[in-house]
């Protein structure tokens, strides 16, 4: 593994502390810091989307999740995450979009039919979740 491959990993980690702490501040920062090094990290620009979305900056967070999917179209994570941030802001259509896109571009991922069939509905009933 390359020095600056275990680095990005070690700010990976502190993300994921830092949001586990719900201190998205600092796991902004911490993004930011991981971009500026790597603007082709796919889990970065995820983990961008997820800081934003916390903190209400919506499309800011969708297009974070665009870039990652951009970059890795079989982060799966990224695929729902777009999804609920599409149903958060009242577009249903374009988080159905984004669902059949992802299984198009991952037809045989497991995961990805589980979230087509069932994430829009759940929301639907169940209102906000994540």
Wanted: net charge negative; hydrophobic share 40%; proline share 2%.
């Amino acid at each position: 593994m390359a020095l600056d491959e275990i680095k990005n990993n070690e700010v990976i980690e502190l993300v994921n502390k830092y949001l586990a702490e719900q201190d998205n501040d600092k796991a902004l920062s911490a993004v930011n810091k991981l971009l500026d090094r790597d603007p082709s990290s796919d889990q970065a620009w995820l983990y961008l989307g997820i800081v934003n979305r916390r903190m209400g900056r919506l499309e800011v967070a969708i297009k974070s999740f665009e870039t990652a999917i951009e970059l890795n179209n079989t982060l799966i994570e990224a695929w729902g995450l777009l999804t609920i941030t599409f149903l958060d802001k009242g577009k249903l259509e374009k988080a159905k979009e984004t669902m059949k896109n992802a299984t198009e571009q991952n037809p045989t991922d497991e995961k990805i039919k589980f979230y087509q069939n069932n994430l829009i509905r759940v929301y639907e009933k169940f209102g906000p979740f994540f």
